[in-house]
Each structure stands twice: as structure tokens, then as C-alpha cells.
């Protein structure tokens, strides 16, 4: 399917080329350096080449509000020398700014070797590898995260492919939101957001129609496509058919107290592997009769990675997801 895409992309190159010349041979000067009078022309044919800076304000007025916060600058070492400044300045937005042009989006939930070498692999140029992290999650290895591949990086810039993050305005609760994803995903009805992580609001509170926690943890498993984790703490029966998502690394104490708060005795996450980190909160849990179902990091976050491809292309722009493998060690 990607590869489909990919040599469609290429034929269709030259041509969009040659359509947007025409267009904005079309246009007065105020109408030419207007995006969406050239998208106008563009669509018939069904290929379109936007300016990266274009695409990247869209986002940015669209995902970023004011107040959120994000760390990961500091942490990336010797990748630095690749990363935008805009991105030193904030750790949000364009990672790396490779690109002039972009005429196809690519989303992923981690930057891992196997989701650039399969753009390298398939020679795609002027294009740009949305990601939900900037890093590689990996729960196996100290530190859990570790920085994209500089190698790569190098081809990466070569072949013009910029790199975008959302983390924290992705997390951030609205209709592309990772926890409302996964909520839509589960098909549990949203009540309301919750948990306060880096100036927004991580999770959701919603409606589910299975009575108990083992319907509830097969529909889940099918939804991720592998099995999902089963803490049992508490009564089977779902409490009024209310539970609470947190996708990701949520399972922490500080957003298992709110979901209590709120007469919930489910929750919903992906890292719940009990170790020494996250000891304290499986306590918790325990103590107050708190049943925990877990997914994956990568399996509950991906459904926004999904969901956003649509994003793209009511803008006008083709978009696709790049599947990875989830990390079972997580739950």
C-alpha cells in the first residue's frame, strides 16, 4: 500500500510541477502566494506540492496552544546539530526543517531505523515523517528513550524529508487527541477530559457499553490488534459503564487519583509493566480496587498517528501511516 503511494508520488511529480507553474500563471500576485487558491487547481488532478513553511504555520495554529510545554532538546546529544532552532527554543514543531516542498506526509508514533530506512528504501524525497515522539521509545533498554539515527538523519536531509513532532499538543485533549483516539478506537463515548500533564489535558473519561472488564479487555486487544494486559484490582463489573483513558506513559499516580476521583474503577493506558518505577502506583491501584488494562506505549498512541492522516488530507495533502511493532514488555 505505502509503496503504491510512493511510485504514484514519484510519477506524479513532474506533472504537479508543471500544474503549478500553470496555476500561478493563472493567478494575480496577491491570489499566487495564496495556498488554497492553488490547492484549488491542484486537487483535479489529485496530486498537490505545498511549501513547508506553509504546512508547518497550518500546524501550528491548528495544535500549539499557548501554556504547553514539552522536554527533549537536551536530551539528544550528538543529533542536535540537526534539530531546527525553532525546536531548541520549545521541543515542539519542526524537528529538523530538510524540506522546501513537501507533497506527502508521512505519520509514525516513534522515528525507529525500521520507519526512515522504509522512506530511504523507497527513495521518497521532498516529503515530511510526522511523529508523535521525536525519540524512540524502547522500555527494554536504560534509557527508555534513545535518539534517531544521525546516519539516517544524513539521508534524511539528502532526500529533503523534514521531521514534525506533536507530543504534548497531540496528547493535549481535542478531536485528534491520542486518549480520544483511543477512546474512538474502543468505541467508548467521551464524557469529559482529564489529567493535567505539560499545560494541557492528557486523558478522557467516557461512557463504555461492556458490563465487565474482561469484555472490556477483549475488545480492547482486537482494537491494538495483539493481547492487551489485565490488572484485576477491583470488582469485575464496570462501575455505571465509566472509565478512564490515559494513552501512552500514563499510569502514574497523580492521574489514577483523578480518575478515582471522578468514581471510576477503570483505567486505561499503555505502559503498565510493573517494575520499580511504577511500583508505587500498581500499589496504589491495588488498594483502591483500580483495574488497570494495558496496550503499549506504541498500541494506544497510534490511533492519533491514524487519525491524523485525515488531518492532512482535509488540508489537502496525501498522508499515510507507517505501521511499527508494538513492544510487549510494556505491559
Known amino acids: 500500500m505505502i509503496k503504491r503511494w510512493i511510485i504514484a508520488a514519484a510519477y506524479g511529480k ?11 500563471s493563472c493567478f494575480t500576485l496577491e491570489n499566487a502566494t495564496n495556498l488554497y487558491s492553488v490547492r484549488s487547481i491542484l486537487t483535479i488532478y489529485g496530486v498537490i506540492i505545498l511549501k513547508a513553511n506553509k504546512l508547518y504555520c497550518r500546524l ?23 534539530i531546527s532552532d525553532n525546536f531548541k527554543e520549545r521541543d515542539m514543531g519542526v524537528v529538523c526543517d530538510f524540506a522546501e516542498e513537501i507533497n506527502g506526509v508521512y505519520s509514525a508514533v516513534f522515528p525507529t531505523d525500521e520507519i526512515m530506512k ?30 534517531m539515527n544521525p546516519a539516517l538523519l544524513e539521508s534524511f536531509k539528502k532526500n529533503r524529508i523534514s521531521i514534525y ?14 486518549s480520544k483516539s483511543l477512546a474512538n478506537a474502543l468505541e467508548i463515548e467521551v464524557e469529559k477530559p482529564f489529567s493535567k500533564y505539560n499545560g494541557g489535558l492528557l486523558g478522557v473519561i467516557g461512557h463504555t457499553s461492556c458490563k465487565t472488564v474482561y469484555e472490556l479487555n477483549d475488545i480492547f ?52 509493566a510493573c517494575d520499580e518505577k511504577s511500583f508505587n502506583v500498581h500499589k496504589f491501584e491495588e488498594e483502591n480496587h483500580i483495574n488497570v488494562l494495558g496496550g503499549t506505549h506504541y498500541s494506544t498512541e497510534k490511533f492519533a498517528c491514524i487519525r491524523i492522516c485525515d488531518y492532512f488530507k482535509k488540508i489537502g495533502i496525501a498522508s499515510t501511516f507507517i505501521e511499527d511493532k508494538a513492544i510487549m514488555e510494556d505491559m
Open 221 to 272: 486487544s482486537k482494537a491494538v490488534g495483539h493481547n492487551t494486559k489485565l490488572y484485576l484490582y477491583g470488582n469485575t463489573d464496570i462501575e455505571n459503564g465509566r472509565v478512564a483513558i490515559a494513552a501512552g506513559g500514563s499510569n502514574v499516580v497523580e492521574a489514577v487519583s483523578e480518575a478515582l476521583e471522578n468514581n471510576v474503577n477503570v483505567f486505561i493506558t499503555g505502559i503498565t
Open 60 to 82: 501550528e495554529e491548528d495544535f500549539i496552544s499557548e501554556g504547553l510545554t514539552d522536554v527533549w532538546t537536551k536530551y539528544m546529544g550528538e543529533v542536535t546539530k540537526y
Open 118 to 147: 522504509r522512506l530511504i528504501e523507497n527513495e521518497v524525497t521532498d516529503a515530511m515523517l510526522f511523529v508523535h515522539h521525536p525519540a524512540v521509545w524502547d522500555i527494554r533498554k536504560k534509557p527508555n528513550f534513545s535518539q
Open 165 to 178: 513532532n506533536l507530543h504534548t499538543p497531540l496528547d493535549n485533549y481535542g478531536d485528534y487527541s491520542t
Open 14 to 24: 513532474m506533472l504537479v510541477r508543471v500544474i503549478l507553474f500553470c496555476a500561478l
